[in-house]
């Protein structure tokens, strides 16, 4: 079934310029929202607006880079919640308000989100545990660990130089201040372009899509599948220097962002499973999930209703793909 | 690999090492062990009221996990039932508000509601073919919405007949413990002896080809979910029954969404679907409950419970995980 489907996937990447499968419908979505947003909010009518939108959504962003990469090779990894609050409890509690420390502390955050990934990566390859269990147990054993670890309330402060990359921006002539969160973001999104142009980012693809395929290929499933893990923990690491530059030490920083950051993923037109969708969906997936928070917020839908709508939003998008998707196979599968 | 070699190595007496005999072994492992352990701080686990708090503990968390187990022998799961057990206690809760005589006309009415959630659920998955895991996190939202919306807290009042449910007991075993592990046999023989039962099997064995094989696999998903959602919605009842009001974080604040699903899991039914059952999934329950009470018997920090059960959880399938490979 998928392997029929997966055919329709490379030709889509070949040499022509064209929307990945699924990419289309978020975007028109985006763009909607975007332009809702300008109507209903005075921020929006100029660029400044738009870039708090940005600065706001880059941690989600970037954490959906991420758990593309596993959710793409065909896995899940539920413990980025727990591991940006950890990250985010560990980092104070390092720092402790001295400004030297911020130099070896953020190294040292983000090797701690690889190494995370890594466990993730080797349990979930090398064990053979389904990762959805190996990432369910990482989340229990991190959530206890650091409070554990902290005696059961995050202590300690941030530096005002560890905090500047989530809080603060440069100015540049024309669009007034650029959020250093920005500039780190869009980094971000071309180095993972450029990766899944590549043929360790295809694999990855062609992983999800058929994993017995791959390795009569001679393809190394388990070392990239790894390595997909280790990229996600690595962007928890770095979703955890925004967030906690943005709003500062809490334990609850991290609260349910493994659900909206897969959410974000699937509005994405990536399936689950594996095998289908691009990194930029992904992202877009994001950028929508927090423009439609925003509009809900300008609208002044109380915070009850907006995970309803939230809900009410991924079930329809997710069927309109696959109820589309499918009338596509039917018409495959009988030619 | 050396796969092969093993295989022919294998002595005789694994073949009975199922996953749900290994489960009651750990079980009794981990009794003895924890008993020695408390009874080293001069303490006893096993005493009439480390007895009653296990089989309490496993009361709630064992209602849902035995509808969860349903739903993941088919190859899905739900991650809406800790909002809907909120949700439970609530209706439940406010039609009964203190009047025994509406105890009947709630009760149905509770799992009228949970049954209907969960035929949305089972609908969504098979008729609209979205995931399982988005279907239900996106009901899970909407719930949540609505309890958000509506409560600030505690709402309803259950009548003081109702409470016996939750309180009573026959020496140290809760009488609602014993009407759980009824429902488990009900959901044995359901599952082992009736066709419904094999149905479920086939659909997570391999859902194209039970369809090839002439079951109707969609009906047999949403009646999983329906029979999930109504175990939700049991629990709810019986929450609401110790609580003696509805609670509408009473679900999540226990995480019984992951925490029902990593049961399920320890009691050695595939994540996959298809192979396991609810005599697992109680001993997995059981074993969480212990695992509890002996930490609280020890009186350890209650976040080193957490980092146990998550190595518990991922050891545990990762040693199901290599039988299976052997085999």
Redesign the interface.
Known sequence: ?TGMNGTTTTTGAGRRLRLADGTAPVLAVLAVLLVALAFTGPAYSEPAGYLALLKRAAPLMILAIGQYFVIVSGGFDLSVGSLVTAEVVIAARLIDGDEAATLWVIPFVLGFGALIGLVNGL?TTQ????S???T??????????V??WTG?SPRGALSESFRMVGREGFDVPLIGQLPWSVLLLTALVVAAVLFMRGGTGRMLVAIGDNQTAVRFGGGHVERVRTLAFVLSGTSAAIAAVLLGGFAGVSAQVGDGLE?RV??AV?LGGV???GGRGSVVAAMAGALTLEALFSLLNLLGI???????????I??AA??YA??GR?KFRTRKGTS | MSAATLVRTRPQWTRFATPAVSVYVALVLLLVVGSVLVGARGGMLLDQGGILNILTRSTALGLVAIGQTMVILTGKLDLSVAYLIGLCSLIGAETMAGDPGMILPAVLLTLACAAGVGLVNGLVVTKLKVNAFIATLGMALIIRGYLENAYTGPAGEVPRVFQHLGYDRIGPVPISALLMLALAALAWWFLTRTRGGYHLYAVGGDEEVARFSGIRTDRVVVLAHVLCSVAAGLAGLFLASRLGSGAPWVGTDAGYDLESIAAVVLGGTLLAGGRGGVAGTIGGVLILATLDTTFDDLGVTPFFKDVVRGAVLIAAVALYARRRGLR
């Open positions: 079934m349990i064990l053979l545990v389904p959805f269990i190996v369910l147990g990482m989340l229990l054993v991190l959530d206890g660990a409070f554990l059961g659900f897969i959410t699937v399936v689950l499973g109380s915070g009850g209703l907006e995970s309803t709508v939230q809900g009410v991924i079930i997710v069927a696959s109820v499918s």
